[in-house]
């Protein structure tokens, strides 16, 4: 009798020790926190956080998602198994993110429609701190809206043509615009003032603007220009005129960023990306591999660089050093112990992973798009890439592997743009079928479809509050909506 309770005694320890999943635990560039662990099938993302806190030793408790192989682990992990057909044999290796402290509620509504502008909006841009709203125009003008009364704050006039590009300082001190004559305008977001002449210098139209970043000079000074004309200039709006021309593509820029470690990258329709230091703007580098135009550049630290040292928080800054300090720990924070990443995305229907400072070789080719891919964009935290395509789709990948993880379907025409909310939860998409939509990170669906404008919607941004959503098109008005 003894030795038969024994025997299932034995058999019920096996039962349980079967029960139980090998795992290991990595951060998202594949560390491995510790060893691998046996874990009860039973446990699930609250255990898994309570773990993961434990073994990292955080005193204050972080919240964390966890990944398999792309897909957010929302179940059991003996459910996961089951439902997956996983062997318990193997090691189930789990990826731990951690996850933004605040949460953004999803915009469901248009708050205003605000009309003013006489020609098509083809720009729309928060400042850093998510107070203001500027927009730029087919009919000559860039607008500065106030956020609270959602009424026109000043209409800046000054451009010949239609504005094609504006850029905030990461200071929130100056907005630059630039036109399809070529020509850039410094404004004082404050008054609505032009800060002295006319920028001239390029041949061609405007096709983008970066400021340098306010960690690496306080205040904001320089910002660069990409053209038509293959040139890219940097400017300096203290000494008002150009100081550096980058000079070496042979045909169009059509993107152009300024990194965090002080590196400008230009992408151009000669299928090139190049790379330059600042203090004599000499080519450090050249990216191939597109076998057309590129059409978009987007960093991983992008987020940060715009925002400077502003947060959710709203705080505001006494001083440029304390501005300075402050940005500089965000960015260290946001860039962690790894090279900043570089996503290009072109008209070959393919984007490129790179990690430049370390090769000139991709890290990753990311295929999947039917057309060719407009607009290229990480998440705040860096961890995902997205990338909007004629083909009317959306697709999600891993920001660090640059692997596919999801296509976003139910527009009905091209995606022109796209922006990330805050807590790098929520995706927003503008398209030519007159539609925003909000899809959900963590589900993969559509989370709110946002109908409203009359025809096309050319821009779309997430206020870094991430408070509202701007919009506007060619029906001439700008929207903003809210939650």
Known sequence: ??????????????????????????????????????????????????????????????????????????????????????????????????????????????????????????????????????????????????????????????????????????????????????????????????SGNPLTGHKKWITGI??????????????????????????????????????????????????????????????TIKMWETTQGKLIRELKGHGHWVNSLALSTEYVLRTGAFDHTGKQYSSPEEMKKVALERYNKTKGSVPERLVSGSDDFTMFLWEPAVSKHPKNRMTGHQQLVNHVYFSPDGLWVASASFDKSVKLWNGITGNFVAAFRGHVGPVYQISWSADSRLLLSGSKDSTLKVWDIRTQKLKQDLPGHADEVFAVDWSPDGEKVASGGKDKVLKLWMG
Not at 254 to 266: E, L, M, N, P, R
């Open 210 to 271: 970066s400021w340098e970043p306010v960690h690496l000079s306080a205040p904001c000074r320089r910002f660069v220009s990409a053209s038509k004309d293959g040139d890219a200039r940097i400017w300096d709006t203290t000494l008002k005129k150009c100081v550096i021309c980058l000079t070496g593509h042979t045909l169009a820029i059509t993107c152009v960023k300024w990194g965090g470690d002080g590196v400008i990258y230009t992408g151009s329709q000669d299928c």
């Open 1 to 194: 009798m003894e030795v038969e309770a024994a025997a299932a005694m034995v058999m019920e320890e096996d039962r349980e020790l079967n029960k139980r999943v090998i795992c290991q635990l990595t951060d998202s560039e594949g560390t491995a926190l510790g060893a691998p662990i046996f874990l009860p099938e039973s446990a699930g993302p609250k255990e898994l956080q309570q773990l993961v806190n434990k073994l990292l030793d955080n005193e204050e408790k972080m919240p964390y998602a966890f990944y398999v192989s792309d897909h957010e682990l929302v179940v059991q992990l003996g459910l996961y198994l089951q439902k997956n057909k996983v062997s318990v044999e193997k090691v189930l290796n789990i990826v731990y993110q951690p996850q933004a402290v605040f949460r953004i509620r999803p915009v469901t509504r248009c708050s205003s429609t605000i009309a003013g502008h006489t020609e098509a909006v083809l720009s729309v841009a928060f400042s850093p701190d998510g107070r203001q709203l500027a927009s730029g125009s087919g009919d000559t003008t860039v607008r500065l809206w106030d956020l609270n009364t959602q009424t026109p704050l000043f209409t800046l006039n000054g451009h010949k043509n239609w504005v094609l590009c504006i850029a905030w300082s990461p200071d929130g001190k100056h907005l630059v615009s630039g036109s399809k004559t070529g020509e850039l305008l410094c404004w004082d977001p404050l008054t609505g003032k032009q």
